[in-house]
């Protein structure tokens, strides 16, 4: 038979790859692919805790029957209704006709409305509320907006394991293996702070409600196994510590500079102001075109980083789009407590300075230096300006940063 995957004697990973969606979400980028992943719990009673993307049920299911061998799966726990861990509920039911379906209020008033033939054999939960498969108890806790509101976290008491949904979700296929401790997770830690910001990022205040509630309970966990990414054993304490500095919105010294730039003008006074930056010894200056930046690192660095400089030619009277896109992706995460400066280059009538300076105040972050706006192409006066309001942010984060 072929070797199963285990995380505990009786807990087995029945998860997949996928390393052909190019998009998550269709937004954001996949390097190293995605997991979905799924466990087994096997007792008296059989519990499979979520399921995977449709397009992987055929190989999920078989993963399933390898090791239960005609056993049935008898409940089947939601803890997140999203597509990519919900979508092979239905083929579950059809393979399983008596699997009794565990969820919240929300999780199945939610599947009602993307499945609305699955509506027997539902068992709802609440907060604390247990279930016994014989051996192993679960614990249901709930955590609201830990991406979507009817996001529960289940807590194996006997084998002290934490099923926490995409909290301490990370992109990259399992390669090779399941557990931190049998992998090189150095660049799953770097794919968690960009699956964290553009993921999660906007509900940093209900993670941190989560994170403070199952800390208040004093549960032992041996292992998080999370439905992306590796299942964090000797590595949680790290995990944890990401998800908490990251749901805090706690910054680095350093910062982002995003221009767009159709002729080069708004480019040159972006190097400039990075090179004002880099003046006052602030080592981090992360540089992006917005026309060609990957909106998912510059949603990373704008967690990771102070200081967020933006720049934009006048277009059409306006913000230069992808500038303006790159904008709204910031605003809806609602990020806190940022220094913003802006600049801009225009040819007749400047708006998109204008324009843009307004977010600091939407976004209640600190406006930095007077916002910088030059016509046509800019003269050693204007880049001695740019030079200067970079010198102003360095001076800024070193004292915000002492
Ligand atoms: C399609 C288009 C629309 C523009 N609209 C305006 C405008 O409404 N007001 C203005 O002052 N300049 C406008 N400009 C001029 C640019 O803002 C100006 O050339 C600027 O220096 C370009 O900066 P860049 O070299 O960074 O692209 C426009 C340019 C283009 C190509």
């Known amino acids: 038979m072929l070797q199963q995957i285990q ?17 998550f979400e269709s937004l954001w980028t996949l390097p190293y692919g995605v997991s ?6 096997v007792d008296e009673k059989v519990a499979l805790m979520d399921s995977v993307d449709l397009c992987y049920s ?11 061998q005609g056993r049935p799966v008898d409940y089947l726990i939601v803890d997140h209704m999203e597509p990519d861990h919900s979508g092979s509920i239905g083929m579950l039911k059809r393979r399983y006709p008596n699997i009794r379906i565990v969820g919240n209020k929300k999780t199945f008033a939610m599947m009602s409305s993307y499945y609305s033939t699955i509506d027997d054999n539902l068992i709802e939960v609440s907060e604390g509320d247990t279930l016994s498969l014989g051996r192993h108890e679960l614990t249901f806790v709930m955590a609201p907006m830990v991406h979507w509101p009817e996001v529960m976290f289940t807590y194996d008491k006997t084998d002290k394991v934490l099923f926490s949904a995409d909290a301490f979700g990370t992109f990259g296929t399992l390669d090779g293996n399941v557990l931190d ?47 992306h990414g590796p299942v964090w054993t000797d590595e949680a304490a790290r995990a944890i510590a990401i998800y ?11 910062a982002v500079v995003l221009y767009g730039s159709m002729y080069g003008n708004t480019a040159a006074l972006a190097d400039t102001i990075a090179r004002g930056i880099g003046s006052k010894g602030i080592k981090h200056v992360v540089t992006y075109d917005v026309s ?18 933006v720049g934009s030619p006048t277009y059409s009277n306006g913000v230069f789009q992808p500038m303006a896109n790159v904008l709204e992706l910031l605003r809806v995460r609602e990020i806190p407590d940022r220094l913003f400066s802006v600049f801009g280059s225009c040819s007749w009538a400047g708006q998109a ?3 843009m300076t307004p ?26 300006r740019a030079y200067a309001l970079g010198m102003q942010i360095g001076d800024r984060l070193n004292e915000l940063y002492r």
């Open 58 to 68: 055929e190989r999920f299911l078989r993963q399933i029957d390898g090791i239960l």
């Open 181 to 227: 401790t049998k992998l090189d997770t150095k660049h799953y830690f770097e794919e968690m702070e960009r699956y964290y910001s553009c993921i999660v990022g906007k509900y940093g205040k209900f993670v941190q409600k989560t994170l403070e509630k199952v800390k208040s309970m004093n549960l032992e966990i041996k292992a998080i196994c999370p439905l």
């Open 359 to 384: 977010f600091a105040e939407e976004m209640k972050w600190e406006l930095v230096g007077e916002p910088l706006e030059q016509k046509g192409s800019p003269d050693d006066a204007d880049l001695e």
């Open 353 to 355: 300075v204008k324009k």
């Open 292 to 309: 060609r930046g990957n909106p998912s690192l510059i949603i990373r660095d704008v967690f990771k980083y102070r200081a967020v400089v």
């Open 244 to 254: 908490d500095k990251l749901s805090r919105y706690e910054a680095e010294k350093g």
């Open 7 to 23: 995380i505990t004697d009786s807990i087995y990973y029945v998860g997949v790859n996928d390393r052909i969606k190019d998009l």
């Open 36 to 41: 979905y992943n799924s466990y087994l719990i």
